[in-house]
């Protein structure tokens, strides 16, 4: 009767305070039972529930504790366990209270989880307990975060029309800090930078600055631009979105871009100096060109192409009122011709140079490729290092050559020829460039693969 009717609203209105807590079933409440269940939904008004999937990873964490109760499969989108469907109830214990979770299936076939407790554990369970779960469950995603790589590069004719949407692959490079050959003090320092901007939530609060920083990454081709990129990432288990200005009609669509992007995200705009020329206007694809043959029209459009002072509004301002980190990298081969506008410190926090191989760097290649720390080859390399610029992407093609027959010696001394051909025919450096250009680069291959 009327006293089923206010218990019921009673525990309505405490349990719907909890923002999570999408669906309770009609029949969660019975009085004459001294259980109490309440229904988690996967989709709740057709959004996804993200408590869901937290209590989904939590428990999926808690199956492989107590494997009696729960199989737990892998799935593709998780490094870590989740329940499978089939599965049935697991206990829980929380603050000396007991608790049940079942999973299931709602009438229109959407899974759910179904927590069962006494009446007399409703305060710790509905105050702190399904908290603690969520909170939990998202700690464990984060951990067990697999990264992703993002492009809004149309890759096909068919999505063109699609083109402010991002796109993703999940991303496994192995490259890292450790990996990575350049000085090692220049390297250390960007490091402690990284790490430091990572763990700068209430630094960045407290001085009242949105928490982002910006690497301008600078260097001739095949110096590891792209590769630190990926070590970034590794080492901060981030995001990354692949920033194609040329993909972009204008400014609105870069907004909607940029701000669908993750929090714990790198934005890398690569070759930032082919894709806005030195007035700022963005650089125009072939295909707009051919279509805008009147004079007029191209006008117009241009207004709408996303602009240098567009692009450094957007990234001064955008992300001012959300406290979420981002990362924003920019890369370019040819420094000098950016506009100062965009280098000027404070927009881009540090600027950092990869350069030619230097044999320190060199040293850590060779530790990468061959497992070598030493080599009576070393001596001739570091003195012909000296005299030549090679690239450490060049280095590393000559190491990696003989790596599967383990021969070290033919590997260096591949590398010595490379170094006294360069030496020898000092290429004339526009075609040193035009064959750099055609080195496969990390992120252009993975667009193939859209
Ligand atoms: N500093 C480095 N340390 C380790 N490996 C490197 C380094 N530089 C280049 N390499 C190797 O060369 C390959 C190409 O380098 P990468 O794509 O990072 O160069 P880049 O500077 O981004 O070039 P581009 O300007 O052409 O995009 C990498 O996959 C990596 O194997």
Not at 387 to 406: C, G, Q
Request: proline content about 2%; glycine content about 4%; some cysteine.
């Amino acid at each position: 009767g009327h006293l089923t009717i206010a218990i019921k609203e009673f525990l309505l209105s405490t349990i719907q305070q909890l923002s999570f807590v999408q669906r309770f079933s009609d029949r969660s409440i019975n009085f004459f039972s001294p259980y109490v269940e309440i229904n988690f939904s996967q989709y709740e008004d057709f959004q996804f529930n993200h408590a869901f999937a937290a209590i989904e990873t939590y428990l999926g964490a808690k199956a492989t504790d107590k494997a009696k109760h729960l199989k737990a499969s892998q799935v593709q989108e998780s490094k870590g366990l989740v329940l499978k469907r089939e599965e049935t109830k697991v206990r829980d214990e929380y603050e000396g209270v007991n608790v049940w979770w079942e999973s299931g299936t709602d009438t229109i076939g959407f899974r759910t989880f179904k927590l069962t407790f006494h009446r007399r554990s409703r305060d710790i369970v509905t105050d702190s307990y399904i908290q603690y779960v969520v909170e939990e469950g998202k700690s464990i995603q984060a951990k067990n975060k697999k990264m992703k790589l993002f492009t809004n590069n149309p890759s096909s004719q068919w999505d063109s029309s699609k083109t402010s949407l991002w796109r993703y692959i999940d991303f496994e490079h192995p490259a890292s800090f450790q990996t990575l050959a350049m000085d090692p003090k220049k390297k250390e320092e960007i490091l402690n930078d990284l790490v430091a901007f990572s763990n700068g939530k209430d630094y960045y609060k407290k001085i009242g600055k949105a928490w982002k920083r910006g690497y301008l990454l600078y260097g001739p081709p095949g110096t590891g631009k792209s590769t630190m990129i990926a070590a970034m990432a590794n080492l901060l288990n981030y995001s990354i979105y692949d920033l194609e200005l040329t993909a972009i009609q204008n400014n609105s669509e870069l907004r909607k871009l940029l701000t669908a992007t993750s929090s714990k995200s790198i934005i890398v705009i690569e070759d930032i100096d082919c894709s806005l020329d030195l007035t700022g206007k963005r650089v125009k694809k072939e295909s707009n060109l051919t279509s805008l043959e009147d004079g007029e029209k191209a006008k117009e459009e241009d207004k709408s192409f996303v602009t240098l002072s567009g692009l450094l509004n957007f990234i001064d301002g955008i992300w001012s009122a959300c406290g979420q980190e981002r990362i924003v990298v920019f890369t370019t081969n040819h420094l000098a011709k950016l506009d100062p506008a965009l280098i000027r410190r404070g927009r881009m926090d540090m600027h950092i140079e990869l350069s030619y191989c230097t044999f320190e760097a060199f040293k850590i290649l060779a530790k990468n490729y061959l497992d070598l720390d030493s080599h009576p080859l070393f001596k001739k390399i570091e003195s012909l290092m000296k005299e030549t610029k090679i690239a450490p992407a060049d280095v590393a093609e000559n190491l990696m050559k003989k790596n599967r027959e383990i021969d070290a010696d033919g590997s260096l001394n591949d590398l010595i020829q490379a170094l006294e051909k360069k030496k020898k025919k000092i290429q004339p450096a526009q075609l040193d460039e035009q064959k750099d250009k055609n080195r496969g680069k990390m992120f252009k291959a993975f667009r193939m693969l859209f």
